[in-house]
Every structure is written in C-alpha cells, then in structure tokens.
C-alpha cells in the first residue's frame, strides 16, 4: 500500500495539468471541490471522535440491531426525533438519553449498544470512522447517474454497513487480490528510464525521472471514464476487460481516497500494461492540452519541463506502451539489465499549481489506441504519403568521396550496428535529438498519416476529401489570423493547388498548400500550419520532409516561399534562406507577392532521403563512434613519460612525442613566425580589425566595407553578460572575447601569432561548447572562424 505522506516542496510538478481528483459520485473527470470534500470528511470525523461518549454511542446506535430480549428484528435504532432535511450541520444537538425509546422497536438506545459498553476508545474511533464513510457512500449512491459505478457504491455501502454490525474490519470480496498484473505500471516506468536513459549523464537523468514521477503521479489521481462513456467512444474495445479494471480502480484506489476505513492502493502499484494501455491516449491529449491552457500559471522554471520535454517524454513512453515487443514489460527485465534500477517513488498526492483545474470531459475525446485504430482506405481522389516509399532519381547514385577509412572497415562496423536497438537513442533533452523524431514513430504505428489531396473540377467530389479540405481551410483560418477566410478558402479550393494534409484520429491537424510549376521548376508555399494543441511534437518538421520527398518524386527541387515575421525562424529550420537559387525571371509573375513578408527559397538534394535524414545522421554518429573506439583500442600502448624537461629542455617539436602520429595527428602546415614585434603588432591589428569590421559592415561606407565580410562578428564583441546567458561562467571556465583581445593586443600581450590564434579560436570554441548547433551563436563562429583564417591565411601567418 502507497505511503501517504505529503510532497516535497522542491518536488516535480506539472502545473495546471495536473487534475484534482474527483470526488466518488462527481461523475466524470470533473474534480471542482474534491479535495475539499475530503478535507470535510476528516473534519467531520475528527469533530466526531472528539465528543463525548453518550453522543458517540448515540451515533453508532443508529447502525447498531437491537438486543432486547424477544430476538427484536430492529437493524438500529431511530431518535423519536429525526433531524432536519437536510440537516443544520452548523447546530450542535445535545446527546440523547440511553433511556431514549427507538422510533421503530420502542426499545432503548441503551439496548442498542450493550455490545458496546466494554469496547475501547480507540475501537469505538474506528467504527465511527467507517459509519461516517456509510453515509457518504449513502449520498453517492443516491446522487451517482452512472449504473456500473452506482452499483459499486451500494455494494461498498453494503460493505462497510455490515463491517458496523459485526465490529469488524471491511475486507473486499474478490477473486483476485492487488497487484492485478505484473510488472506494475510504476515498475514499467521505472524500466522504461532504466531502458532508455541510464547512459545519460546523471543531471539529464535526474530530469528525466522528474518526469516520470510527473507521469505516475498523474496516473495515481487520473479519473477513469465509465464503461458506458468508453463503449461510446470505443465501441470495438474490450468493454468487459475494462470493466473489471474500472471497479478494482474503484475499490481500491479511487472511493478509499475519501473512505479512509477501506484499504486504499496507488493506481501505478497495482495495476499494470493493460489499464495503462485504455488511458494513455486520452490522457496523454488532455494533460498537455491542459498545460497549453494554463502555461502562463506555470512557474517559469517548470515552463520548459512541461510544454518541451514533457511531451517527448510522453511520446516515447507511448511507443514503449502500445509496442508488442517492447522489453520493459518482461519481468525478467532487470534480471539483464545493467546499472540497476532507477528508483522512481510516487507520492501520494496530485501534482498541482492551480486550484481550479479545467474540467475534461473523456466521452467527447475522438482518440483512438493505435493499437486498435484501423488503418484508413485511400480514396482515390488523394495520394498518400508512404513512409518506405523509395526515391526514384538518377542523381541519387552519388560517387563515393575516396577518405583515409578502407571501405572494408566501414562495412565491418556497419554490420555490428545493423540492429536498430543497438543505436542508442538519442536524449530527450539534448541539443543533438531530431525534431521528428517522434513524429516519426507516431507515422510507423499509424498514428498519424499524410495525404496529398485537392480538390477537382472533372472528377466526382469525394466527401473525405471535401470534409479534409475543410478542415484545412478551418486550420488555416485559425492559425493564420491575419489571412482573410476568404483568400484562403479560394486557394484550399483551387484546383491548381494541392495540400499535403496531416490527418491524426481521422481529422486534420495541420498541412501544407503549394501550388507546382514544373515549367519553372519550382513550387510555391502558400500556407503551412498545424493546430496550436499538436503543435512542439515535429509534426511542422516531418510534414515539411514528406513534401520534400513529394518534390524530388516528381522531378521539381527548389521551393519559394513568402515568410511572416513569426515564419521565418520555422522555415529556416527547414532549410530555406533568404539566398534565392531560382533565377528572377522563373518566378517573377507567377507567384503571389505579399506585403511585409519575406521571399525564401529552398533548393531540394535528391539524394536525401528527407523523412529519415534525421536516422540516418544518428547511424553516421553511432559509425564515428565506433571507428573512434577501435582506433583508440589499437593505441593504448603506453608510452614512457618525457624526460627531457628534466634536463633543461623547454620546448621539443610535437612530432616527437612517442605514439603521436599513431593518434592520427598530422603536422599543421607552418607559417612564417614574424620576429620584428612592431610588424607583429601591425599584421595582427590588421587581422582584428577585419574580423571587428565585419560586425559593421552594413553601417559603414563601402570604403570600409571588406572583401569577405560576414556581419558575424557581433556575438563576440564583449564579454559575455551573466544576465544574457545564465551559467554561462559555470560552462565556459575561459571566456574570451574581441574587445579583451585588442585590450590584449595593445599592452603587446601577443609576442607570437599562436598566441593570438590561440584566443581567437578560445572565442570560437566556447560559443560551439555552450550554444546547441542551431541557434544563431553557433552558426556565426563557424563563418567568423572560417573568414578568420581566411585571413591569416592571407597574411602569410600559416601556409595555405
């Protein structure tokens, strides 16, 4: 049985998403004023167990058969005077007389209750405990619309009715005892961290079973809908099955919430796959729906967790739940695992910011299981996506650029990497993971799927199509505010466009519209959107790759697009820039020109296989790696240690160093070391200021304007602000920056060029170690380092 301790202050918590837990006879997922309800319980209780005996006497005597002589068939005994209806909770009655006559029998109370003259405080505590639970469960019964669940209340009432009468302890009936299947839903959340994460680093770890407890925790206090709701919105589900499960939950976990007399389980510890499998669907959309709703509520240090790495988290659980092989529900799991187990402890309380959680109704959810959802037949109007679908195009046979590596090498290390589960796989919260990744298993398990549709003038309308097309125009609508409904209307309908449609549970979600020019050899974007409750889970990304490969299919490479303020960071993540391939000529006049947006383009490679690029990079990392290892096996020969220095030597020529060049080093080319200090001094002022002027190139004449500027040097004028970048100092234990280094360079700190070299690539290599490879930062040190050396090159300080 689950502690039910209270939680940490410092613990996990998911904000507005997390539901309060519903009272039993609520009904539904609602749960405004549970918890206060059963903070009044306990009140109740304590204020009873507190008064006098006569009154406790008098409480018990109402549940108690009377045991007068003549076998008197009284089953509790009843005040001549009944209470108002409802009763005046806030009046204290005073206790009745033992002498008082019962309503029904005329016999005593005292009559009633001699089996209790000898029985302890503590006992007497007990049994008023479970007649208060009585007449709750007595209000829920007559209160509940639901039959399944009223008929479980009655049957607790029952329970805990006869449990009064024989002075015993209640104790549930049943064939089966908890856990009710094994591994537990706790134990396979453990086994998923431990499966999937245990080579992270220990804070990436850490984070990761922050959100495990988040997610167990949820489950624990997740309302279940009703058999009669889920065989509405499941009707092919097996209604029998989760009918079992939904009165377990309510026996065991959900009514002994507010009925502390019945022994209460955690939802996670004795429940497993099965029950998981019927709830995570609908689960999953509504806590990050709810999340969305409310993230301004959220705590700014949280913000991240839950509207980033909560809903990644959420998608790969859900490939490990619903997947038919999946190891994590073996319970010989740990028996071949290494490392142990990660331990992950629930808490017996919801995990909650706000107060007033939004009420989700389960029975208007329209998601369905991918493990029962039927895969949809393709009318013939549309064309559907297929992710295996190869890419037919001559350039694709590409010759093999001649390297260092034998071939024979990189088949070698191929072949121990062919199995997919030997590639680990990629951090959730790392810089490096793929935006579609989970996109991308959503589309395998059929999830999700994509449609090329549009609408035409020759054919018979299909009323998918038609009901696709509307979806879309309602998607663009909402997305695109500042679009007129009509303009996008007309072109949804136009029969020269089409629309590359992302369709999950039978509606649309989101899509593409294009219009193709293959006269012009390009095609244009028109609108691209996905709704805003599906939106950070790669699906902007994955439908972007399904239409490039829709593209290099059909022979046209370049795309052209007109980008709003908000669109360009999305599009330059898909490859497009501002660097226009397509000649003026080809597209002046053909497409639509907007006000206040920007012209993109993006030029297609028909070698990438663009829906599993993102696999494909992560299979040349996981080859890397391997190389690296086995050319790290073959020089762990240790060498002496130099002793040279010992002698007085102060300097010895890198090449020989024992075991260097079996490293793979390679002497860099060698400069000219200039020895005259004021020419020195000169050459590398002129350098820096090349590097400093490209900052401003755009605002100077074109006088100062260089050669080969690239307006990249602003990142790295000054130092870096604390309050610009957080940590930033706990990272970087050697900051650098341009204005340090003409400080530098003026005192004539710099006697030699790899001293100035050297602060120069400490600028590059500290803005790559703490921005990810996407952000601005890191794209402006590699094109400031590339023109760096680019002219030190030229002022013969290094050979080219």
Request: glycine share 6%; aromatic share 8%.
């Amino acid at each position: 049985m689950a502690d039910s301790a209270g939680i940490q202050q410092g613990s996990p918590a998911i904000g507005a998403a997390g539901l309060v837990p519903a009272a039993p006879g609520a009904g539904g997922t609602e749960g405004s004023g549970a918890a206060g309800g059963s903070a009044r319980i306990a009140a109740k209780k304590a204020q009873l167990r507190s008064s006098p005996r006569p009154k406790k006497l008098e409480k018990l005597g109402v549940y108690s058969s009377c045991k007068a002589e003549g076998a008197c068939k009284c089953n509790g005994w009843k005040s001549q005077n009944p209470p108002p209806t409802p009763p005046q909770t806030d009046q204290q009655s005073s206790a009745v007389s033992l002498q008082e006559p019962c309503r029904s029998c005329s016999h005593t109370l005292g009559d009633h209750v001699t089996h209790l003259e000898n029985v302890s405080e503590e006992e007497m505590n007990r049994l008023l405990g479970i007649v208060l639970d009585v007449e709750y469960l007595y209000t829920c019964v007559h209160k509940e619309e639901d039959a399944d669940t009223k008929q479980v209340y009655f049957s607790l009432f029952k329970l805990l009715r006869k449990s009064i009468l024989q002075m015993g302890k209640p104790m549930l009936e049943a064939q089966e005892s908890p856990p009710f299947e094994k591994p537990s839903i706790e134990q396979g959340v453990n086994n998923f961290v431990q499966y999937k994460f245990s080579h992270l680093p220990s804070k990436e770890r850490q984070t990761i079973m922050e959100l495990a407890k988040m997610f167990l925790n949820q489950i624990n206090y997740w309302q279940l809908e009703t058999p009669s709701q889920r065989r509405q919105r499941v009707p092919n589900d097996d209604v029998a099955g989760y009918k079992a499960n939904y009165t377990r939950w309510l026996c065991y976990c959900n009514v002994p919430q507010f009925c502390d007399s019945l022994p209460r389980y955690e939802t996670t510890q004795i429940f497993g796959r099965t029950l998981l499998r019927s709830v995570f669907t609908v689960m999953r959309k509504q806590l990050l729906e709810q999340a969305r709703q409310e993230k301004d509520k959220l705590p700014p240090e949280k913000r991240t967790l839950i509207l980033t790495h909560f809903p990644k988290f959420l998608s790969m659980l859900e490939e490990e739940v619903y997947s038919h092989s999946s190891p994590i529900w073996s319970q010989d799991f740990l028996a071949g695992a290494a490392g142990g187990q990660i331990p992950i402890h629930t808490v017996a309380r919801p995990l909650y910011y706000s107060t007033s959680p939004v009420s989700v109704d389960p029975s208007a959810g329209d998601s369905v299981s991918p493990a029962r959802k039927t895969a949809s037949v393709l009318e013939p109007t549309g064309e559907k996506r297929k992710p295996s679908e190869p890419l037919h195009h001559e350039e694709n046979k590409r010759p093999r650029v001649v390297g260092d590596i034998p071939m024979d090498l990189i088949n070698e290390v191929m072949a121990t990497i062919t199995d997919p589960a030997a590639i680990p796989e990629t951090s959730l919260l790392s810089a490096h993971s793929a935006r579609d990744e989970a996109a991308r298993l959503e589309e395998r398990r059929g999830v999700i799927e994509f449609h090329v549709i549009g609408n035409s003038l020759n054919q018979k309308p299909n009323k998918r199509i038609l009901m696709w097309l509307v979806g879309l125009q309602n998607v663009f609508s909402h997305q695109l505010p500042r679009m007129p409904k009509e303009y996008i209307t007309r072109l949804v309908f136009d029969p020269k466009h089409k629309t590359l449609s992302l369709i999950k549970d039978g509606r649309v979600i989101g899509g593409i519209c294009f219009r193709m020019f293959p006269s012009q050899g390009f095609t244009e974007i028109v609108f691209c959107a996905v709704t805003s409750n599906e939106q950070v889970k790669g699906y902007g990304t994955h439908l972007m790759n399904h239409l490039k490969e829709y593209h290099i299919k059909h022979e046209i490479l370049n795309f052209l697009t007109y980008a709003d303020e908000y669109a360009i960071g999305y599009f330059k993540k898909q490859g497009f820039s501002k660097d226009i391939k397509v000649p003026k000529a080809k597209y002046v006049g053909y497409i639509k020109d907007y006000e206040g947006a920007t012209l993109m383009g993006c030029e297609l490679n028909p070698s990438i296989p663009y829906t599993e690029f993102s696999v494909i990079i992560k299979k040349q990392k996981e080859i890397i790696k391997k190389l690296i290892e086995r050319k790290q096996a073959q020089i762990r020969k240790v060498y002496p240690g130099l002793s040279c220095f010992k002698d007085g030597v102060r300097q010895i020529p890198i090449e020989s160093i024992p075991g260097i060049r079996e490293t793979g080093w390679k002497p860099v080319g060698k400069g000219k070391e200039l020895k005259d200090p004021d020419q020195l001094y000169s050459t590398l002022k002129v350098i820096l200021q090349h590097v400093k002027v490209s900052n401003r190139n755009t605002h100077t004449s074109a006088l100062l304007r260089l050669s080969q500027s690239h307006q990249n040097a602003w990142p790295f004028m000054e130092p870096v602000k604390k309050t610009d970048a957080p940590g930033y100092y706990q990272v970087i234990r050697f900051p650098m920056d341009l204005k340090t280094m003409s400080e530098r360079l003026k005192s004539r700190y710099y006697t030699t060029r790899k001293l100035f070299m050297a602060d120069m690539q400490r600028i590059f290599t500290n803005c790559r170690e703490y921005n990810p490879p996407e952000s601005e930062y890191y794209k402006c040190a590699n094109l400031l380092e590339k023109f760096f050396y680019t002219k030190i090159k030229e002022a013969g300080l290094i050979e080219k």
